[in-house]
């Protein structure tokens, strides 16, 4: 069973970044299928810096469309953005130096730190996204 299924409660009403959110919900879901067989050690390191490529990438689309609109929160949501990759640079850093062990506190914490972005932060832009044609 995934840690995270998604389902309409999570789309912002913008087509490109649902389809970039659910690719962040697969990426945490590799992670933890392979957990639960025992095989999350041999992975973490490739989906973590998948899960930071991929982020980048989301990240920086978002931006550029607000920026482009002029979303009125943009600031505040691109200091989100750094706060977020910056967790996941350090969660990598302490795999990476061997002091962060594949336990389920770092699944939560990837699956909070998910959801409760595209919940909470990202919902807010799609009615604006929306109302300038964005979908």
């Given at each position: 069973m995934a840690l995270l299924t998604w389902n309409d409660?999570?789309?912002?009403k913008v087509k490109q970044f649902d389809?970039?959110?659910?690719?962040?919900?697969?990426l945490?879901?590799?992670?933890?299928?392979?957990?639960?067989v025992g095989k999350g050690g041999?992975?973490?390191?490739?989906?973590?810096?998948?899960?930071?490529?991929y982020t980048g990438t989301h990240f920086a689309a978002e931006e550029r469309l607000m920026k482009l609109h002029s979303y009125?929160?943009?600031?505040?949501?691109?200091?989100e953005h750094n706060m977020l990759v910056m967790q996941v640079l350090d969660v990598q850093k302490k795999y990476?130096?061997?002091n962060a062990p594949i336990t389920q506190n770092i699944m939560n914490f990837l699956k909070e730190w998910l959801v409760k972005h595209i919940q909470g932060d990202d919902?807010?832009?799609?009615?604006?996204?929306n109302g300038k044609g964005v979908v």
């Open positions: 409660g999570y789309s912002v389809d970039q959110h659910k690719k962040l919900i697969d945490v879901n590799q992670l933890h299928d392979a957990m639960k041999q992975i973490i390191g490739d989906v973590l810096k998948a899960l930071i490529d009125p929160d943009y600031e505040a949501h691109k200091k990476q130096e061997g919902k807010k832009y799609g009615p604006f996204l």
